[in-house]
């Protein structure tokens, strides 16, 4: 069964930095795209950012400028560094990934950014 495995999130104070990873356990064929979205409570999950096999990426108004995302085809793995975090970054953040067949999503990690 394929998985995906974050890492990282935490705390930080604003104006900080932060890493996150997801990387795909398991066999898969190939992976089309990998993507990260983010939750916060009362409102609906949205994404952050999303990087094709080729490479493009795309990001949320909120992020631009201040989020890169990047991937690791060798180690099925996608990257989220998170700099300049700033209050309203406060969400847990969701890993995911689309296998063309199928898709999936990680268990979520929280980043929560306050002083």
């Known amino acids: 069964q394929v998985q995906l495995v974050e890492s990282g999130g935490g705390l930080v104070q604003p104006g900080g930095s932060l890493g996150l990873s997801c990387a795909v356990s398991?066999?898969?064929?190939?992976?089309?795209?990998m993507a990260w979205f983010r939750q916060s409570p009362g409102k609906q999950r949205e994404l952050v950012a999303r990087?094709?096999?080729?490479?493009?990426?795309t990001y949320t108004d909120s992020v631009k400028g201040r989020f890169i995302i990047s991937r690791d085809n060798a180690k099925k793995t996608v990257y989220l560094q998170m700099n300049s975090l700033k209050p309203e970054d406060t969400a847990v953040y969701y890993c995911?990934?689309?296998?063309?067949?199928?898709?999936?999503w990680g268990q979520g990690t929280q980043v929560t950014v306050s002083s």
């Open positions: 995911y990934a689309d296998f063309f067949s199928s898709d999936v």
């Open positions: 990087i094709t096999s080729g490479g493009s990426t």
């Open positions: 398991g066999s898969i064929f190939s992976i089309k795209l």
